[in-house]
């Protein structure tokens, strides 16, 4: 079955940064458009960065741009969040997401696969 496994989380201070991976399986991971999203407490899932099947296209919430970097290597079937500059309105839970699609990935309605996610937390 279809798996998405992130990683690399943790607790992290304000100022700095973080790597998040995620390792998919049991899909044709070129022919999947992916995704980060997070859901901090009390509030509504959100995207956060997209791209695209070959990896050509990206895109980014306001929120994150310039300081967040999505990057895949589909050799090994992973997509990447290189985070930096962190505050702590950006602890969250982080979750990958596939979307079987030949565009990007921008809304939850799109993702047909979700991680079950890692944890962020930037303290002050």
């Known amino acids: 079955q279809v798996q998405l496994v992130e990683s690399g989380g943790g607790l992290v201070q304000a100022g700095g940064s973080l790597r998040l991976s995620c390792v998919a399986s049991?899909?044709?991971?070129?022919?999947?458009?992916m995704a980060w999203f997070r859901q901090a407490p009390g509030k509504e899932r959100e995207f956060v960065a997209t791209?695209?099947?070959?990896?050509?296209?990206?895109y980014y919430a306001d929120s994150v741009k310039d300081r967040f970097t999505i990057s895949r290597d589909n050799a090994k079937n992973t997509v990447y969040l290189q985070m930096s500059a962190l505050s702590p309105e950006d602890t969250a839970v982080y979750y990958c997401?596939?979307?079987?699609?030949?565009?990007?990935?921008?809304?939850?309605?799109?993702?047909?696969?979700w991680g079950k996610g890692t944890l962020v937390t930037v303290s002050s």
């Open positions: 791209i695209s099947r070959g990896g050509g296209s990206t």
């Open positions: 049991g899909l044709t991971f070129t022919t999947y458009s």
């Open positions: 997401a596939a979307g079987n699609t030949a565009s990007l990935t921008t809304t939850v309605r799109r993702v047909d696969y």
